[in-house]
């Protein structure tokens, strides 16, 4: 596994509710241990935008909605290194006020595409994780930033329920940061606009694969799917989301590498060996719900491959 991508899982570590009674046979202190390695590895990743992070020295990109998400996990977490040191709230403040002047009037971000409801909901998918557990933290210390961030996810909000797409996953990721506007806060727009895009269906071969035939962007509508299953109980989205990682195994070789070449987006060209890494927390998250030994045995074997 590359260092990036365990720093990334470093920063979701604090977001999702995996890492307990996995049915591989891993028990409690393993999976204590495995925290413990991702609580380090965010750590290490917050530790250095303690330093770099400034105003005026910030550019903007995807990577700005991954620092906010990855001070918030070390602020909130009580065995970071960093937990409630007001310096991180200052630092996640330039963040948040940096990510606050990119939007345009309609809450749209410019990330590659201009006004792009999609490279929008990407932000969100990232942030609105990290605005729940600071919500959950309930640190007065953080009230101005949560309310900054408010500003940032209910304008973007604005332009979710209106806006377009440009490839077929926009419209998971579009719904799955929707859902976690509504789940911060409620408001009905949002769910009709997610039931206008599912009412489109959710299009899969009899393989298992979705219309877009890649890993990477598997592994971005299964994580939107299970969001929107989660946060609004369509359990029924869940069901793709099996189909897809039954499918995979098959992609994955011992080592980790996955396997590409049938895609049908630019990961079908690169060279580059990818890692089944970005499918790890949906196969461990499906192996808890419906308690998939299978499943559990990819997450494990995924886990013995780099970390």
Same mark, same amino acid.
């Given at each position: 596994?590359?260092r990036?991508?365990? *720093?990334?899982?470093?920063?979701?570590?604090?977001?999702a509710?995996? #890492? =307990?009674?996995?049915? @591989?046979?891993?028990?409690?202190?393993?999976?204590?241990?495995?925290?413990?390695?991702?609580?380090?590895?965010?750590?290490?990743?917050?530790?250095?935008?303690?330093? @770099?992070?400034?105003?005026?020295?910030?550019?903007?990109?995807?990577? /700005?909605?991954?620092n906010i998400?990855?001070?918030?996990?070390?602020?909130?977490?009580?065995?970071?290194?960093l937990?409630?040191?007001?310096?991180v709230?200052?630092?996640?403040?330039?963040?948040v006020?940096?990510?606050a002047?990119?939007?345009s009037?309609? %809450?749209? =971000?410019?990330? %590659?595409?201009?006004?792009?409801?999609?490279?929008?909901?990407f932000?969100?998918?990232? =942030?609105?994780?990290a605005?729940? *557990?600071?919500?959950k933290?309930?640190s007065?210390d953080?009230?101005?930033?949560?309310?900054?961030?408010?500003?940032? *996810?209910?304008?973007?909000?604005?332009?979710? /329920?209106? %806006?377009?797409?440009h490839?077929p996953?926009?419209? #998971?990721v *579009?719904?799955?940061?929707?859902?976690?506007?509504?789940?911060? +806060?409620?408001?009905?727009?949002?769910?009709?606009?997610?039931?206008?895009?599912?009412?489109?269906?959710?299009?899969?071969?009899?393989?298992?694969h979705y219309p877009?035939?890649?890993?990477?962007?598997?592994?971005?509508?299964?994580?939107?799917l299970?969001?929107?299953?989660?946060?609004?109980?369509?359990s029924?989205? &869940?069901?793709? /989301?099996?189909?897809?990682l039954a499918? &995979?195994? +098959?992609?994955?070789?011992?080592?980790?590498?996955?396997?590409?070449?049938? @895609?049908?987006?630019?990961d079908?060209?690169?060279?580059?060996?990818k890692?089944?890494?970005?499918? &790890?927390?949906? &196969?461990? +998250?499906?192996?808890?719900?419906?308690?998939?030994?299978n499943f559990?045995a990819?997450?494990?074997?995924?886990?013995?491959?780099?970390?």
């Amino acid at each position: 596994m590359k260092r990036s991508d365990f *720093i990334k899982m470093g920063t979701m570590a604090a977001f999702a509710p995996l #890492w =307990v009674n996995p049915v @591989s046979g891993m028990n409690a202190l393993i999976d204590k241990e495995l925290m413990r390695k991702l609580i380090h590895a965010n750590d290490v990743q917050a530790a250095r935008l303690m330093k @770099s992070v400034e105003e005026g020295k910030l550019q903007f990109s995807r990577l /700005v909605a991954y620092n906010i998400a990855t001070l918030a996990a070390a602020y909130c977490e009580k065995e970071s290194t960093l937990y409630h040191q007001a310096a991180v709230v200052e630092k996640l403040s330039i963040l948040v006020k940096f990510l606050a002047a990119a939007q345009s009037e309609d %809450g749209t =971000v410019n990330v %590659g595409n201009l006004e792009s409801p999609p490279d929008t909901a990407f932000l969100i998918e990232i =942030v609105g994780p990290a605005a729940t *557990i600071m919500q959950k933290d309930k640190s007065s210390d953080l009230k101005l930033v949560q309310q900054q961030l408010k500003q940032v *996810i209910l304008k973007a909000g604005e332009g979710l /329920v209106t %806006g377009g797409i440009h490839t077929p996953n926009h419209r #998971w990721v *579009i719904s799955a940061a929707l859902a976690q506007v509504n789940h911060l +806060y409620p408001n009905k727009k949002y769910l009709d606009r997610i039931d206008d895009w599912l009412g489109e269906g959710v299009f899969m071969d009899a393989d298992g694969h979705y219309p877009e035939r890649s890993g990477i962007y598997s592994g971005v509508e299964n994580a939107a799917l299970i969001t929107i299953a989660r946060l609004t109980g369509k359990s029924d989205l &869940y069901e793709p /989301v099996r189909k897809n990682l039954a499918m &995979y195994v +098959y992609y994955i070789e011992a080592n980790g590498d996955l396997v590409l070449n049938d @895609s049908r987006r630019q990961d079908q060209y690169e060279f580059a060996a990818k890692t089944a890494t970005l499918f &790890y927390l949906q &196969y461990r +998250y499906m192996s808890i719900l419906d308690g998939n030994k299978n499943f559990a045995a990819i997450a494990k074997m995924l886990e013995g491959t780099g970390f």
